[in-house]
């Protein structure tokens, strides 16, 4: 398995940014595709963003659609998750997870950063 740690999770007011990194530690990471999760007070984990191994495909859930951006460099090991124009709503704490397919199952989780955006 790979590990995970995020990072880059923070108290931001509605309508700012935030950018999350996960560092990859382990088996090779270009190995894996990478998936972003959050989970809010009292909701279940939902998939956030999720990005092939290439980088090349990347999907997102319906509501952070053209605000969010999942990328990820191979040479460093890393997958981020830029946050745009951030809601209330999207406060949760953040997860990212490694898989053999973008569509998982997820096999490796990290601990997770909380974002809280204020309104």
């Known amino acids: 398995q790979v590990q995970l740690v995020e990072s880059g999770g923070g108290l931001v007011q509605a309508g700012g940014s935030l950018r999350l990194s996960c560092a990859a530690s382990?088996?090779?990471?270009?190995?894996?595709?990478m998936g972003w999760f959050r989970q809010a007070p009292g909701k279940e984990r939902e998939f956030v963003a999720g990005?092939?191994?290439?980088?090349?495909?990347?999907y997102y859930a319906d509501s952070v659609k053209g605000r969010f951006t999942i990328s990820r460099d191979n040479a460093k090991n890393t997958v981020y998750l830029q946050m745009n124009d951030l809601k209330p709503e999207d406060t949760a704490v953040y997860y990212c997870?490694?898989?053999?397919?973008?569509?998982?199952?997820?096999?490796?989780w990290g601990q997770g950063t909380q974002v809280t955006v204020s309104s």
């Open positions: 990005i092939s191994w290439s980088g090349s495909s990347t």
């Open positions: 997870a490694a898989g053999l397919r973008v569509g998982g199952p997820f096999s490796s």
């Open positions: 382990g088996r090779p990471f270009s190995s894996y595709a």
